[in-house]
């Protein structure tokens, strides 16, 4: 009867798994003001990324539209593992805020005349493009924290 029904596994050992194919996270919540990018298993496959490849990280569009691209360049970055000994778990790229990345901390706090110390994006709907070696996709902000008095 349930044959032709695709399942996708929800519980996990570790940390609980998001259904995001992709998440930016910017938070200044402490002295570290760090971007956090966060790819899920299938993400990765469809992209051909692998744990330890390197990559490099594009905006467009004013900081709206997200490029990642594997790269033996100089530059790129590590891509981790989210929790180590596990394969299905998602690939992360930690990087320590600088002026050459989009401040979407200032951008979101302007836009809503608030102080945010956590914003969180995903993908916009079907904003999404999955090529090999290149994941493209529009940001859409799904979170944001605002900083405690």
Do not use: W
């Not at 570790?14 to 966060?38: A, Q, Y």
């Not at 979101?108 to 904003?127: C, G, H, L, P, T």
């Not at 994941?135 to 799904?142: D, G, N, P, S, W």
Request: with cysteine.
């Amino acid at each position: 009867m349930f044959d032709q029904l695709n399942f996708k596994t929800v519980t996990t050992a570790g940390r609980s798994t998001s259904n995001d194919p992709v998440s930016i996270t910017h938070s200044h919540k402490t002295k570290k003001n760090e971007i956090l990018f966060r790819l899920s298993r299938e993400t990765m496959d469809k992209c051909g990324f692998t744990y330890g490849c390197k990559v490099h990280i594009q905006f467009a569009a004013e900081g709206t539209v997200c490029r990642i691209l594997k790269s033996d360049a100089s530059g790129a970055m590590k891509l981790g593992q989210q929790t180590k000994d596990n394969e299905s778990s998602a690939g992360i790229v930690r990087l320590t805020y600088k002026d050459v990345l989009p401040n979407f901390l200032k951008i979101e706090s302007e836009k809503d005349a608030k102080e945010y110390v956590r914003v969180r994006y995903i993908n916009q709907d079907d904003m999404i493009q999955y090529e090999d070696d290149t994941l493209t996709f529009q940001l859409k902000r799904i979170e944001a924290e605002q900083k405690k008095s």
